[in-house]
């Protein structure tokens, strides 16, 4: 989807992916010291008004100026600030560089996505942090929600190819398992987070 068709998206309607953070990433995140950091794809602002209000230095980097208008408004809400940049994340925007570096279910074909990943990867600052939490691939046979092309659905392969040569080690790479309440009953969609540091 492109800017446009997001914006029509988050235009004329509440949260579209509510007001508090991903679960993965409030966790993932807890045991890191403030400092500052970039939300790519950010959508909203979910994530990174959670961790502005843990003392981060937050930036939502984001195509859909709609959004961004809902993330100062969502921020201004809590009573934070943040700093956003309306940006495409797959072309190398000039970003400076972050102690944490998040992507969180940003949702392009493959290529795109690999350069969003190899480009996140430059931004991280020596012992800062790069999280990215995705759809899987296996979300379409298993889970629920999210794209239903396998184009723009990652593997955990893919995303740790996107990092060879960064520079980056690898801590975490794995599936995990998201339990969402649907019209059928509880059902559990299917994430991948993949966690890497640069050696300070
Ligand atoms: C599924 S939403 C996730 C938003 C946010 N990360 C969250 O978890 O709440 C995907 C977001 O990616 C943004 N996006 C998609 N492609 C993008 C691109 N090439 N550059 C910047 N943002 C993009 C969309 O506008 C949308 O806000």
Not at 54 to 66: K, L, T, Y
Not at 160 to 173: P, T
């Given at each position: 989807?492109?800017?446009?068709?997001?914006d029509?998206?988050?235009?004329?309607?509440?949260?579209?992916?509510g007001a508090?953070?991903?679960?993965?990433?409030?966790?993932?995140?807890?045991?890191?010291?403030?400092g500052?950091m970039l939300?790519?794809?950010?959508?909203?602002?979910?994530?990174?008004?959670?961790?502005?209000?843990?003392?981060?230095?937050?930036?939502?980097?984001?195509?859909?100026?709609?959004?961004?208008?809902?993330?100062?408004?969502?921020?201004?809400?809590?009573?934070?600030t943040?700093?956003?940049?309306?940006?495409?994340?797959?072309?190398?925007?000039?970003?400076?560089?972050?102690?944490l570096?998040?992507?969180?279910?940003?949702?392009?074909?493959a290529?795109?996505?690999?350069?969003?990943?190899r480009?996140?990867a430059?931004?991280?600052?020596?012992?800062?942090?790069?999280?990215v939490?995705?759809?899987?691939?296996?979300?379409?046979?298993?889970?629920?929600?999210?794209?239903?092309?396998?184009?723009?659905l990652?593997t955990?392969?893919?995303?740790?190819?996107?990092?060879?040569g960064s520079?980056?080690?690898?801590?975490?790479a794995?599936?995990?398992?998201?339990?969402?309440?649907?019209?059928?009953?509880?059902?559990?969609?299917?994430?991948?987070v993949?966690?890497?540091?640069?050696p300070?």
């Amino acid at each position: 989807m492109d800017a446009a068709t997001w914006d029509d998206r988050y235009r004329d309607r509440g949260l579209v992916w509510g007001a508090g953070p991903n679960a993965l990433v409030a966790a993932e995140t807890a045991d890191l010291p403030p400092g500052r950091m970039l939300d790519l794809a950010g959508g909203e602002g979910r994530n990174a008004i959670h961790l502005a209000e843990q003392g981060w230095d937050a930036e939502v980097v984001e195509f859909s100026e709609v959004a961004l208008e809902k993330a100062r408004g969502l921020a201004a809400s809590r009573g934070v600030t943040i700093a956003t940049t309306l940006a495409d994340v797959t072309a190398a925007p000039d970003l400076a560089s972050a102690d944490l570096v998040l992507i969180c279910y940003l949702q392009v074909p493959a290529a795109p996505y690999a350069a969003a990943v190899r480009h996140a990867a430059t931004r991280v600052a020596p012992g800062g942090t790069l999280l990215v939490v995705v759809h899987d691939r296996d979300n379409l046979e298993r889970g629920v929600g999210g794209p239903p092309d396998p184009a723009m659905l990652p593997t955990v392969a893919d995303t740790r190819a996107a990092l060879d040569g960064s520079g980056l080690e690898v801590v975490r790479a794995e599936q995990v398992l998201r339990r969402v309440e649907t019209p059928d009953g509880p059902r559990d969609a299917v994430d991948h987070v993949v966690r890497a540091v640069r050696p300070g």
